[in-house]
């Protein structure tokens, strides 16, 4: 790996961050709180939340087994997404590389920040090659984005394939395990010491079943995570989100039961996908969701949405023509889906 310094931006490296109230006084102690020019009224909402979410880095460093001066936390995995990009990448000089098909806010956040985003096809299954990716880089490529389970696809990416990358390639790896919970492959967070070049986003948005809170989390050495913390918005995940995070943390027991059903509900779902006329090809999957190639996708897409059904139309996406994305839904919801495709007449 290039040394740091010379992977993140000049301007990013010599940023002297903001400083803010909550910043500068951390001690519990006091009890006259009069300088973050709060509203003393409306407790608790009143008050600023820990800028650095102390509490709560310190429980998921207990679950995720990963010291908290190794975890970033932001209003979803999102916002570490965008902050990579504005962390490492000049605008119009560096470039990043990434597998396609896959999780589209990549090249959104690459076009946002004006960055080259060059994309290398999967191949028939889905799958990468180092080398390949290797070939598409250059002095100026910064990041190499991969995401496994992938999205859209559902599958996980070989594992010796993004090791190899990870040790052959100077710059940074991002391994977007958004839908790792769901998968049998174990998490790159086991390989965090091993490669000071990798960084690890979760998010608490899928098996955690809080979308709507917006938190995700990035792993990776503390240098590159003291980065993007002083990159960050000072109060960017807000206390109501800290504070149901800890209570999830609470019931992990109930996640996991989450993950154990939606896996068994996936295999019914594919099962009967299986027998449908309309089904041209299924994937297998490692994620919460599955891709369907069938015999007309932009049709039975409409006919589903006709009936109150909605799921993700990936017609238009490379190497997925004609292919719906089902995520698994309840028993009752996917019964729903099952009964209108077997109605389906094409
Ligand atoms: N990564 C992948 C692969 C995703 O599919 C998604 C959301 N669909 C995200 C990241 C974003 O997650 P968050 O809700 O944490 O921003």
Redesign the pocket.
Known sequence: MKPLQSLTRPNIWKLKPYSSARDEYKGAAASVFLDANENPYNMPHNRYPDPMQHDLKAELSKIKKVPAENIFLGN???EAIDLLFRAFCEPRVDNVVAIDPT?G?YQVCADVNDIEYRKVLLDEHFQFSADQLLAATDEHTKLIFL?SPN?PTGNDLLRSEIEKLVRSFDGLVVV?E??NDFSEAPSFLEELEKYPNIIV?Q?F?KAWGC?AI?L?MAFASPEIIDILNKIKYPYNVNRLTQKQAMEMLSRYYEIERWVKTLKEERGLLEAEFAKLPCTVRLFPSDANFFLVCVTDAVAIYSYLVKKGIIVRNRHSVSLCGNCLRVTVGTRLENEMLLEAMREYRG
């Open positions: 979803g995995s999102d999780y806010m995401c999205n977007d958004a839908y986003l998010t948005s979308a917006r995700g």
